[in-house]
């Protein structure tokens, strides 16, 4: 109810009504008492008419959730202010009560300004001598709140916050508009969503589940008296650092509440008998918050957030996209499924320990989406390296700190860091090539153990022969008679630099830039001008770097008929209005290559893994015939080793699942994983696809069809076209 001064104001124009509040305001608290009569009415009028009478009302930041695909698995939060808006009807009576108590016992009936409450401020700062007590109402209080979180600028912060004469009356004025345009509930509402309750809580949700672990409507007495105590000084009431003045001050509000009838005394007397009950939580934020149950979830989490930073739907920049992200309240869905995800972390921590300084990791996302599904690497995401282990380059030993088993490094892609080469795996980019420019699957070269190509060689390349470019193949088990089939289940790289030679080494450069790949280093950029990219001979081979999201999703490509996706690590996003964002979660895709060149892609990479190619011989032996038998459906894919197997790879792929994987040093590039360690890519994709399509129903390739598999030759595959002859015997 209102008082007979505040009722008599209400029925006055707005101007004089807040006139007569700001005008008692003025005499109470901003000059001395001998002062007070020499001020005119007019010139005090004046000086209120030009105080703000509107208050920006801009919504205060949000926490923003990421959850996995399955919309209910929390990953991580992102917040600069950790908030969640509560309505009224989901916040406990009890905290109700008690902010009221607390903070305001005459909230109900003063209209903004409680003129009882400013006469007694004023006397005891007189007595004192000093601002002793403070006459804001909760109004006033969600005015300031309000304020500070619309403010544009450190200077707007400043004269929302500071403790100066005007913006009290500033506060007094605005005060009085909210309450002509806002319920008391509304006003309750809005402030138990803005306090600050200290530990970075801002809002009753977070202080909930910071300080208690549970959520607004289940505060007790004790538990809401506590929180309303902290809104007056968070830091010296902080229930974490002084328990005893955290209970006197809950106990004191719990005395206020019995006052004002909302607990009965013989209630209040067993109450402040009980101990403060902290639950103490640390909601996570950002990925290196992620729950430590799934630390490896990091990385994923790292690929979103770099993905976020550049969708230009957050904002004009980078940085105001994270900003974006930390304040604009989101409910991101990913792509992350928690048990592939699981699954694929499992294999990876079972081939490579995590605690070694070859980083081994593999990425799996869906063709025909490029929705991102799981991203695990033998690694704990984590800032502190404090107990890394010794760096693998003995320049940088015991100088710099290493990158295992903690950091927080992008190692599967997303970010900046150059990656890896990836070896023959490449050797897809030069064969779709050959297949988009018409040649067909019974390409046929002579392939020999050492090739004189027609790329000159580098001064210091030790496959020079003259003053040409000279690769070989890994065995002599290779040399002979190959077609697209077996060069590339045998991984014949004299037959595939031969091929490459065919088309214009320009022409495979520019397909893996069709297939996503992007380069990464000054060299690869170089190489890959339209300069100097049909001289690029070794691009076949996989000498540019790369990464297992890049590489993942290339394949990814291919198996989905040669429709390109962008990755993506999302499945819907909704903002702080309920309204989902279909177009910055919608796949962003298009036709790269032509159905039946990537048919045809598919079928000779059938012929690694032991399926075994639906058109034509894919030879006697393969590099990774276990594949088949392991995943136990349709699949393909292609190994690749750098020089002296220094990194290692595999990528697989099937209609509904594609994998890459991958083993090497990301500290020391001349550091070899090994010819033994080059089957663990190869068991960790075919687990992963495996146990990661699990009860699927089966899903089957679709075989290509007509003149890319024969060309001019006609049906029947012991018709191959001959584009070389085999040189003649000596």
């Known amino acids: 109810m209102r008082t007979p001064v505040l009722n008599a104001v209400a029925r006055s124009a707005p101007l004089i009504r807040v006139g007569i509040i700001a005008g008692i305001a003025v005499a109470a608290i901003a000059f001395p008492l001998a002062a ?49 808006f509560t309505p009224y009807g989901q916040i406990s009576p009890n905290m109700v ?18 003129v009882k409450g400013v006469v007694r401020a004023f006397v005891a700062n007189q007595r004192a001598g000093e601002v002793a007590q403070g006459a804001s109402t909760l109004t006033m209080q969600y005015v300031r709140n309000i304020r500070r979180d619309s403010a544009e600028s450190p200077d707007e912060i400043i004269a929302a916050t500071a403790q100066t004469h005007r913006r009290k009356l500033e506060e007094i004025k605005l005060a009085v508009a909210i309450e002509q345009r806002m319920t008391k509930q509304q006003i309750l509402e809005g402030y138990l969503n803005v306090a600050y309750f200290g530990h970075r809580a801002y809002g009753i949700y977070a202080a909930a589940e910071v ?59 067993k109450l402040t008998r009980q101990g403060l009950g902290l639950r103490l939580s640390t909601p996570p934020n950002d990925c290196v918050g992620v729950n430590p149950k799934h630390n490896n979830w990091g990385y994923f989490c790292d690929m979103f957030k770099n993905w976020w930073r550049q969708q230009r739907a957050f904002g004009d920049s980078p940085s105001e996209r994270e900003e974006n992200l930390r304040r604009g309240g989101y409910r991101i869905v ?79 892609g997303g970010g900046d860091m150059p990656g890896y080469q990836a070896g023959s795996t490449f050797k897809i980019f ?144 909704t903002d702080l209005s309920g309204k989902e964002l279909t177009e910055a979660s919608t796949p962003d895709c298009r036709q790269a290559v032509s159905v039946q060149a990537a048919r045809a892609a598919v079928d000779a990479a059938r012929c690694v893994t032991g399926y075994k190619a639906a058109t034509g011989p894919c030879g006697d032996w393969s590099t990774a015939p276990q ?66 399509l699990g009860t699927m129903a089966t899903q089957y390739f679709t075989p290509p069809s007509g003149r890319i598999i024969w060309g001019s030759a006609g049906p029947g595959w012991n018709r191959p076209r001959i584009t070389e002859r085999a040189p003649r015997r000596r």
């Open 36 to 84: 007070v009569g020499t001020i005119g009415a007019k010139t005090a009028a004046g000086f209120v008419e030009s105080l703000p009478a509107e208050v920006r009302m801009v919504p205060p930041a949000q926490t923003s959730y990421l959850y996995a695909a399955d919309g209910r698995t929390l990953i991580t939060q992102f917040y600069e202010e950790y908030r969640k």
């Open 97 to 114: 009560n008690a902010i009221v108590a607390s903070e305001d016992s005459r909230f109900y009936e003063h209209d903004g300004v409680d």
């Open 211 to 269: 300080y208690f672990s549970k959520r607004p409507r289940q505060l007790t007495v004790p538990e809401a008296a506590m929180l309303a105590g902290l809104v007056k000084a968070p830091s010296a009431y902080d229930p974490a650092r002084d328990g005893r003045a955290a209970r006197e001050r809950r106990d004191y509000v719990i005395g206020r509440m019995v006052e004002l009838g909302y607990v009965p005394a013989a209630q209040a007397a």
């Open 334 to 412: 990913s792509s992350l499924m928690p048990r592939i995800q699981q699954v694929a972390f499992r294999e990876v921590k079972k081939q490579q320990k995590i605690g070694t300084s070859f980083a081994h990791g593999v990425v799996a996302l869906q063709p025909g989406t490029g929705r991102i599904v799981a991203a695990a690497v033998n690694r704990v995401y984590s800032l502190n390296q404090k107990h890394n282990g010794s760096h693998s380059d003995p320049r940088k030993r015991g100088v710099v700190p290493s990158n295992y088993p903690n950091t927080v490094n992008p190692l599967l």
């Open 430 to 573: 030069t064969m779709v090539a050959a297949l988009d420019q018409g040649l067909p699957l019974t390409t046929s070269f002579y392939s020999p153990m050492r090739l004189k190509s027609i790329y000159p060689a580098d001064w210091n390349d030790p496959r020079k022969c003259g003053d040409r470019w000279c690769p070989q193949n890994a065995s002599k088990g290779m040399t002979g008679r190959q077609t697209m089939w077996s060069g590339f289940g045998k991984s014949v790289n004299t037959y595939f630099v031969q091929l490459e030679q065919r088309i214009g080494a320009d022409r495979a450069v520019r397909m893996a830039e069709r297939l996503g790949l992007r380069w990464r280093t000054d060299v690869d950029r170089w190489q890959a001008s339209p300069a100097r990219a049909s001289g690029w001979g070794s691009f076949t081979l996989g000498v540019a770097d790369t990464t297992p999201l890049e590489m993942a999703n290339a394949y990814a490509t291919i198996a989905a008929d040669g429709r390109y996706c962008t990755p993506i690590p999302v499945r819907s996003i």
């Open 627 to 692: 594949v088949h038998g392991i995943v136990g459906r349709p699949v393909a894919g292609k190994t690749g080793t750098t020089d002296d197997t220094r990194a290692a790879w595999f990528v697989g792929m099937t209609p509904g699942l594609a994998a890459a994987s991958f083993i090497a040093d990301p500290d020391y590039v001349n550091h070899k994983a090994g010819d033994w360690n080059s089957w663990k890519p190869i068991q960790t994709v075919a687990v992963t696809l495996r146990d990661g």
